[in-house]
């Protein structure tokens, strides 16, 4: 039987700084990780450079059925102190747009200054390691049975991550420990990922495949003006992974497509100008050409601006500025950055993470129902109510 004082399921984004925050107040910590390797999905993060943080970070973008429970922890370990420490660890770094920060290098330096934390204060992390059993005891101590022999804790905490790509290896234990300890969850779903089509939108839209299109997508009260990059499955880019958290199955999504201008005022400009253009001439200055041929009929392309009824032209805006297609559904786990829903955050105390009803267990990370927007603050999610959970345990 080995003794310690916090025992962390996953050795994730979350866990590691949990891990080294625990033992940096002298508690004797182990991370148990089934994987061979460390923080997986750190390692992918970011196309390989970690989008780390971000400059803007607030409540606002973050989902949760409870959306007051990240304000705590993102207030007391914000994106500022996450970035003394990537510069504590020399690590470069460069902003991007929408305040997303990225390493100069790669994803690796950030996961190699998770391990070198855990190292620093004496953390150990476990790898290649099945969980079996786990068991509370009746002092209210924890009791694992493993792959490499038995635990007890006093403080478990749980940051097995969410469900997305499980190749790297998602599971759902998170989830299952949280029921084995009448702890409920909001449903889980796919999110930052993918839309598909039904086949005849798919159809129409194939020959898009790779073109990308500045837009701004709305979908259950929110709206982003990002890119949108058809695929030959059917829609994805920042505009649609953003929106995906959002939409509901059976809804539409609306996207216009030209947010930077008003159709209306350009045609009837330039129906003054150039009376004998044809629509698809004045079209395929603002979209390219095999966007526009998708997406209206030849029918209207060919009739010349004098021609165009007011009817005509108020179809043309409503189909460019309020395009309507309702997904056939999402790409799934397979392909999704996140997961929505997970350990409900009204059952989880917003300060310590630990459960409100079972002292000495604590979730951390996105096994918690909170979702935040592609840019980098998923992660920052996971440093910081992993930083919060590692003052109290
Ligand atoms: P995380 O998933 O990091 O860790 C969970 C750990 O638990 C894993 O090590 C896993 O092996 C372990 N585990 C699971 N089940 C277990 C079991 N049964 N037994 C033992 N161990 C188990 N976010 C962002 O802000 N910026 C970005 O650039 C990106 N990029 C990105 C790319 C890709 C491809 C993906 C899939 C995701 C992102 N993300 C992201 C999201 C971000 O990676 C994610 O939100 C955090 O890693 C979540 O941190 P956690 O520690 O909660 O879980």
Redesign the pocket.
Known sequence: MQEYDVII???????LMCAAQAARRGRRVVV????NQ?????R????GR????NAQLSSHHYLSHNPHFVKSALSRYSQWDFLSLIDEHKISWHEREHGQYFCDGSAIQVVDMLMEECRRFAAKVQLS???QTLKRNEDGSFWLQTSRGTYRCCSLVV????L??PI????P??YRIAEQFGISIKPPAAGLVPLTLQPPDKQQLAPLSGIAVEATVQAGGASFRENVLFTHRGLSGPAILQISNYWQPGKAIIIDWLPAISLDAVIGEAKEQQPRQQVKTVLTHLLPNRVVTALLPAEILNVQLAQVSKKQSDWLVRQLHHWQVVPSGTEGYRT???TCGGVDCDEISSKTMESKTVPGLYF????LDVT?WL????????WSS?WCTGQFV
């Open positions: 399921i996953g050795a994730g984004a979350s866990g148990l990780d089934h994987g460390a923080a997986r999905k750190v992918v993060s970011g196309g970690c989008n780390f943080t390691t099945t969980i940051a097995t991550g969410g997305s790509i790297l290896g998602a599971t234990l998170g999704a950055e996140v951390t990370g996105e096994v935040g840019g980098g603050y998923n992660l920052q999610w996971a992993g």
